[in-house]
Every structure is written in C-alpha cells, then in structure tokens.
C-alpha cells in the first residue's frame, strides 16, 4: 500500500523559514517523480513544486521560486520541501503527491499524503 | 482566477447523473496535454478520480467517467449517490506557464 505521511508542519512568523519532509513507502521511490501541492483554508488546490524520480529535474511554481527548495533523497525514501522567507500567503496544507515519471505534460498526481499544515502568522 | 474554468457547485438526487465541465485554453487544453480529474470529499486529501483523460484507476467505480474535446472537458457522474458528495477538481498541465494547473473546484451536493 502507498503511504505519504507528511511531517515539519506548524506556525512560523512571516520571513521565518520551516522545512517539510514526506516519508515515503509502499512503492519503488526513485521510479516516481513527487510534487508538493498546497490548498489555503477554505480555497482551491494550489501546484507548488515538483522533482523527477531522479532528482535532477526540479520545476517550481512562480509564487514560491526563490524561495522554496524541493529535494529528494532516495535512499531514505524520502522528499523534502524547504521553505524561506514565508509569507502570509504561504499558509495551505501542504500534501506530498506521487506521481509517474513521465514528461510534464503527461505528469499526474496518483497517491496523496494526509497534509502538513503551515501557518505563517505574527 | 484559475486556469483551468469549472463551475462553483453542480447538484443533482440520489440516482440522478451530472456532469461538470472544465474550460481551458490552447496552451492547457487545446494543446492536447491530458486532463485529470481529483476527488476530495470533506475533510480529506484529494484522490486521482481519473487520468489522461478517460481512465479510472483501480477501485474508481464505473459510474465515474472523463471526456475532452477541444478546449474542454467533462466529468460525468452516474447513479449519483450520498457519498458522492465532494469537490471536484480537474488537472492538466500549461505550456505558457510551464506548470500544473488546477480548475478552481466544484462543489456536488446530492440532494
């Protein structure tokens, strides 16, 4: 069975930083690209950040370039978000998504972690 | 405003079938990227209702199907029924953006 549990979530201040890990398993990690997808409270979903099975192609949305981080490391089965300078606006559940490896146009998300919830607050 | 046009809300009684459309561009779309169609029910994580643009995944009943013509897509929900009742959010990628993008949702409420 796929699992994604996400973990690192919680209240920063605005221009404070936090780090998301997604622990992985059920599945061949390295075989899949992975996503971070975000939803504000209440709002629609929210394509954040996305690395191939190999972690050497990484694409990011516009909102959040320069100042996220997206990594993997496969031999922990493991993906990563590093997020600097947050912002008001930074405040969603952040899911961990598996997706194929396949080219952008053609990528999907298949297998969704529960969320990590980030607020970021004064 | 989302790329990706859905309408807010869609209702429709036990039995009953609906259908939710989404409305894209030429650089989504019409550029023939593939559509995908989320279901995340109240309180819960998103879950792949449908991929490139007319398959279910394994456990997805056959009430739940996909279609894309042009600019557009669809979602067709048969024999609607209480647990039904969730946001529907369609996926593709935007070669202008070169991202992913998401439709805004709709709500189905089943009477």
């Known amino acids: 069975e796929v699992q994604l549990v996400e973990s690192g979530g919680g209240l920063v201040k605005p221009g404070g930083s936090l780090r998301l890990s997604c622990a992985a398993s059920g599945f061949t990690f390295h075989t899949y690209g992975m996503t971070w997808v975000r939803q504000a409270p209440g709002k629609g979903l929210e394509w954040v950040s996305c690395i191939n099975g190999g972690g050497n192609y990484l694409y990011y949305a516009d909102s959040v370039k320069g100042r996220f981080t997206i990594s993997r490391d496969n031999a922990k089965n493991s993906l990563y978000l590093q997020m600097n300078t947050l912002r008001a606006e930074d405040t969603a559940i952040y899911y961990c998504v598996r997706g194929p490896d396949v080219e952008p146009t053609k990528f999907y998300f298949d297998s969704w972690g529960q969320g990590a919830l980030v607020t970021v607050s004064s | 405003q989302s790329v990706l046009t859905q309408p807010p809300s869609v209702s429709g009684a036990p039995g009953q079938a609906v259908t939710i459309s989404c409305i894209g561009t030429?650089?989504?779309?019409?550029?023939?990227?593939?559509l995908h169609w989320l279901q995340q029910l109240p309180g819960t994580a998103p879950k792949l209702l449908i991929f490139?643009?007319?398959n279910r995944p394994s456990g997805v009943p056959d009430r739940f199907s996909g279609s894309k013509s042009g600019t557009s897509a669809s979602l067709a929900i048969t024999g609607l029924q209480a647990e039904d009742e969730a946001d529907y959010y369609c996926q593709s990628y935007d070669s202008n953006l070169r991202a992913w993008v998401f439709g805004g949702g709709t709500k189905l409420t089943v009477l």
């Open positions: 490139a643009n007319k």
């Open positions: 030429s650089s989504n779309i019409g550029a023939g990227h593939d």
